[in-house]
């Protein structure tokens, strides 16, 4: 590989690995297994050794990520709240301890724990009280969710016992056990809320409701495992622990003291079974060193202790026989095999279904019908088949052949040249697409309207509601009579409805469910052509002039709105109110100020970086993830990432403080900033 080329490899990861980061920890709807999030960051850690020279502060190798949320208070850690080096392999294991071992070159012991799947917490207590309840954070700064902490039954308010330290931090996990997990996504169905995807999702976002009665209600635990070095005088990790455990602290009792690499392979193969059989959700086994001041002596890197590593379990695998194979048609009329399963048990939770991606996936896996297939349920969010199991093929077994028409309307089915999946052209009067592309309209980042999947379904039965444009012309009076319906479900309903005539050109755009055209390039096309009447007038070559935007994306947009049955909808959802033109008070924000710049920001700011992005793209500019020699400049706030500064200054790239930023602009965020008149913006 060039340099050239393991740059670009880099800077790819790096994007990709801070997008995951996000939605991991922030949105709480992760769409990458954490074992293939773990490959990504293995490959990028070596190529970073391997190319010292584009090694950078900012790496997500070097950072911890980040849980941080508006709306919560932020405090420092006493101690920073680092991640754990993790790997795969056994050998991997043996390694660290060989290093280990080399390092400390006496006898000591490990202790071997559990590694919980939940989010991360750090209770301080003073005078034996509960003081405060941080969330991990960036790892430096915490969000205070102390209200809520108190309604987590096994965190106590108060300590017992004699020997707690007048102030001391301990750190673990809260968790949602696998009951409470099914019980609240029961409830979310009931009322057409999105169900979590794992425990570990439903944790992070019921610790950070912003009702604290709520979140006792969740069912949620804690567990807690670690009291940084140098708080309490105990010889060893372990003995600190029992400590805690005495003063009333909910510390595991799945722990072992190991005195070398057999004793903890025996452990990692011990609970790689029997981890099935506990009520919550654990994905690995932590090995540390157990000696106080050989933690010490080893130290730590920028982001983990050199004292401590995770073994992560594969992916939880089991075998079970296909009953069936059925042919799913999604709302963009590409059919997808789902194969129907003998009910396994797999990460806690019970599969009866898996997709099979494709056809040429069908081929790939040799997948016959009644084949028994290998059952993984990756990162524990989506059951995928790996293999089939030949050897306990019939012999009378055949391939399934994939349907030649539409398994809804009888359609037959079409498959473009390059295209890996079969699609359903009559997108007009197929029932599954159109009930489809009505979930999509109303789904939240469209257009937020209360109205889940039966509801649609029940809509579309009836005849109440054949396209999105029927919903706003229901009557509430019409629905109080239908089944399941009471008075108070029919005005939710009907509020979310009125309330999606405010929703954002972008977003009425993205919600017309063009296909191919995501929340990105809605945003991206509606904000270059200013309405939907130029986007629908606008040629193939005028399409491909918006960034991003590629010939496939350009013959999907051209193609929607050469179809008069597509503009008789949105002639008729014009006439229900709604928004198809950037509107004056959007206009008034935006400008050209930024046109063609690729900005950076570093730091804190008079609002939330996010709204800060915002502004910059309003104004034509590109937001950018890490300096480079492509960065016009550097957006620096109150604490700014020192590695960013000084990567600016060698690269000669202006650096502008919030003031000078705002000036750039033509008028109003500058307005509703903080700033002291006689204040001149600063350029440093």
Known sequence: MTPTQAYERIEQLRTVLRENSYKYYVLNAPTMSDYDFDMLMHELEDLEKAFPQFASADSPTRRVGSDSEQGFEKFPHRYPMLSLGNTYSIGEVEEFAERVAKGIGSEFSYCCELKFDGTAICLTYRNGKLFRALTRGDGVMGDDVTANAMHIKSIPHSLKGEGWPEEFEIRGEVLMPYESFDRLNRERELNEDPPFANPRNAASGSLKLQDSEEVGRRGLICTLYHIPTGQVDYPTH?????????????????????????????????????????????????????????????????????????????????L?????????????????????????????????????????????????????????????????????????????????????VCPDCGTPLVRSEGEAKWFCPNTLACPTQIKGRMEHFVSRKAMNILCGEATVEQLYNLGLARKPSDLYFLRESVLTTLEGWKERSAK????????????????????????????????????????????????????????????????SIYDFFRSEANLAEIARLREAGLHFSVESREESE??????????????????????????????????????????????????????????AGELGITILDEAAFFAMLPSSPAATLPLDEDIEPTLF
């Open 492 to 555: 939710r309903f009907m509020d979310s409805v009125r309330a999606s005539r405010q929703v954002p050109f972008e977003r009425v755009l993205f919600a017309l469910g063009i296909r191919f055209v995501g929340e990105t390039t809605a945003k991206d096309v509606a904000r270059h052509f200013g309405g939907i009447d130029a986007i629908a007038a606008a040629s193939r070559e005028e399409l491909l002039a918006v960034p991003e935007v590629g010939d496939v994306i350009a013959g």
């Open 320 to 404: 079970t026989p296909i009953l069936s194979i059925d042919y799913q048609v999604g709302r963009t009329g590409a059919v997808t095999p789902v194969a129907n399963l003998e009910p396994v048990l797999l990460s806690g939770t019970i599969v009866k279904r898996a997709s099979l991606v494709n056809e040429d996936q069908i081929r790939a896996l040799d997948i016959h019908e009644g084949d028994w297939v290998y059952v993984e349920k990756g990162g524990e969010i989506i059951p995928k088949i790996t293999a089939a199991e030949p050897s306990k093929r019939l012999p009378s077994a055949r391939r399934p052949v994939f349907p030649a």
């Open 590 to 647: 935006t400008s050209d100020a930024l046109a063609g710049k690729s900005i950076v920001i570093s730091g804190n700011f008079s609002i939330p970086r996010e709204k800060m992005k915002e502004i910059i793209e309003a104004n034509g500019g590109k937001n950018s993830s890490s300096v480079s020699g492509n960065t016009d400049f550097l957006l620096a706030g109150e604490k700014p990432g020192p590695e960013k500064i000084r990567k």
């Open 238 to 318: 372990s003995a600190a622990l029992e400590a805690a455990r005495s003063w009333g602290l909910p510390v595991s009792d799945k722990m072992r003291i190991c005195k070398g690499i057999a004793e903890i392979e025996d452990f990692i193969g011990y609970w790689d079974s029997e981890r099935k059989h506990l009520p919550y959700p654990t994905d690995g086994i932590v090995i540390k060193v157990n000696e106080m001041a050989w933690q010490q002596a080893l130290g730590y890197t920028a982001k983990s202790p050199r004292w401590a590593v995770a073994y992560k379990f594969k992916a939880e695998q089991a």
